[in-house]
């Protein structure tokens, strides 16, 4: 899992992570704001962050006394693209059923030729 679109996934793949990003995406903040609405140490949210930080979601940085971390929104793109890509796929899949299945049900249709029972 050395590839950055492996680590982003696996790095959202805990909830807790994903509430910090999700609260990122309005501002940074320090460790001890995005450690403040769980039951947890400022260690173990330091370890969430540094999942984070290795996939290229958040950096931190020096402001003074503070260390915000902030979310790097690029990343988005890069998963956004490799979604899409397979949302277009499929997409194209089901245009192609939805066809086969209009001539399909075109075919079982009587025509007024064939008639029907009266």
Do not use: C, N
């Amino acid at each position: 899992m050395t590839d950055q679109l492996s680590r982003v996934f696996a790095a959202l793949a805990d909830p807790t992570r994903r509430d910090m990003i999700a609260r990122l995406t309005v501002a940074d903040a320090t460790v001890g704001d995005l450690a403040e609405p769980y039951d947890v140490s400022l260690q173990a949210v330091s370890k969430h962050l540094k999942v984070l930080e290795e996939a290229g979601l958040v950096t931190r940085s020096r402001d003074a006394q503070r260390r915000p971390v902030h979310l790097e929104a690029e990343v988005f793109d890069l998963m956004t693209k490799w979604i899409e890509r397979y949302r277009r796929q499929a997409e194209e899949r089901f245009t192609r059923l939805d066809a086969v299945l209009a001539s399909l049900q075109d075919k079982d249709i009587p025509t007024t030729e064939e008639g029907t029972a009266s």
